[in-house]
């Protein structure tokens, strides 16, 4: 088996309808279907980045945990992540909802300035400068900081496929929509966890 059929996984979705519904619709409905299997696959690939951020891509380099001061997300918990992934720059932090929340609650976050700029250009404070991404598959008790210039690499296999099929015998027509595609990490101390 070579490395990337261990790191690879086939997403996709199957759309099956008969020759009446797509001839007799009022709306592209096609379009929109194809719009929610791609923001599918777009959070599955998403999913297994994270697992590969915090696992490891098989190849001992899960990430390093760096442990909070407390309980709760404190402001003292994110500087303690910015030094432990120095030589690195933290521009990216992964959270799930619950610590998102806090995280955007936080007095730093409050400051009247920031809410200017976020109301005049709709750019959102963040920490340290980092860039926030929700992750809800993240584990409740975890945040991830990383360089995203440093800590993954995508291996795909082409692009997205589409596929038809028409069936005459049971007058249908089918469409398969599926990319394959796996992470790698590139600098495994990249990416920290901060752990609650």
Same mark, same amino acid.
């Given at each position: 088996?070579?490395?990337?059929?261990?790191?690879?996984?086939?997403?996709?979705?199957?759309?099956?309808?008969?020759?009446? +519904?797509?001839?007799?619709?009022? /709306?592209?409905?096609?379009?929109? %279907?194809?719009?929610?299997?791609?923001?599918?696959?777009?959070?599955?690939?998403?999913?297994?980045?994270?697992?590969?951020?915090?696992?490891?891509?098989?190849?001992?380099?899960?990430?390093?945990?760096?442990?909070?001061?407390?309980?709760?997300?404190t402001y003292g918990s994110l500087i303690?992540?910015? +030094?432990?992934?120095? @030589?690195?720059?933290?521009?990216?932090?992964?959270? @799930?909802?619950?610590?998102?929340?806090?995280?955007?609650?936080?007095?730093?976050?409050?400051?009247?300035?920031?809410?200017?700029?976020?109301? #005049? %250009?709709?750019?959102?404070?963040? @920490?340290? #400068?980092?860039?926030?991404?929700?992750?809800?598959?993240?584990?409740? %008790?975890?945040? &991830?900081?990383?360089?995203?210039?440093? +800590?993954?690499?995508?291996?795909?296999?082409?692009? &997205? =496929?589409?596929?038809?099929? !028409?069936? &005459?015998?049971?007058?249908?027509? !089918?469409?398969?929509? =599926?990319?394959?595609? #796996?992470?790698?990490? &590139?600098?495994?101390?990249?990416?920290?966890?901060?752990? /609650?």
């Amino acid at each position: 088996m070579t490395f990337f059929q261990q790191l690879s996984k086939k997403h996709g979705r199957l759309l099956t309808a008969s020759y009446e +519904a797509i001839k007799y619709q009022r /709306l592209d409905i096609f379009t929109v %279907t194809l719009r929610q299997i791609g923001a599918y696959i777009a959070r599955e690939l998403f999913n297994d980045a994270v697992y590969v951020l915090v696992n490891g891509d098989g190849g001992n380099n899960a990430a390093e945990t760096v442990s909070a001061d407390s309980q709760t997300l404190t402001y003292g918990s994110l500087i303690k992540l910015w +030094a432990n992934i120095a @030589p690195y720059q933290l521009n990216t932090i992964l959270a @799930p909802t619950a610590l998102m929340q806090q995280l955007l609650t936080m007095t730093e976050m409050k400051d009247a300035n920031a809410g200017l700029d976020f109301h #005049g %250009t709709g750019k959102m404070i963040t @920490p340290l #400068g980092a860039n926030l991404v929700h992750a809800p598959s993240l584990a409740s %008790t975890k945040i &991830i900081g990383l360089d995203k210039n440093c +800590a993954l690499e995508m291996i795909q296999s082409g692009g &997205i =496929s589409v596929d038809s099929d !028409k069936l &005459i015998d049971r007058q249908l027509d !089918k469409a398969a929509v =599926s990319c394959t595609a #796996g992470f790698s990490k &590139i600098f495994a101390d990249s990416a920290k966890i901060l752990s /609650l």
